[in-house]
């Protein structure tokens, strides 16, 4: 049986890996926003490749997939976020506006 320091040491371990998982996944859609301002800034042919672009929202849409099948908030909040940024991406990156 799991005493009262065990329950609150594991919650509060919980908690922390959850805003540590938030952390991490805001700061990696932050480089997404990032290049996506840089795409918008320039006025030169993307060097990004639709296959690396592409891909990398593939992986974005199965954590965001995961992270809701297995109800982890952090997981399925940024990568959602990641695959919204990597859409707008690859339409600025392709110049299809």
Do not use: H, P
């Not at 540590?20 to 993307?46: H, K, M, P, T």
């Not at 997981?75 to 990156?93: C, D, E, K, P, R």
């Amino acid at each position: 049986m799991e005493s009262k320091a065990d329950n609150l040491t594991s919650r509060y371990g919980e908690i922390a890996w959850e805003l540590g998982g938030f952390v991490a996944g805001l700061s990696g859609s932050g480089c997404i926003a990032a290049q996506l301002v840089s795409e918008l800034r320039s006025r030169s042919e993307s060097s990004l490749s639709l296959c690396y672009t592409g891909g990398f929202l593939l992986i974005f849409a199965f954590w965001t997939c995961y992270g809701l099948r297995f109800g982890r908030k952090a997981l399925w909040m940024t990568n959602g976020i990641a695959v919204i940024l990597q859409i707008a991406l690859i339409i600025v990156s392709r110049k299809f506006f």
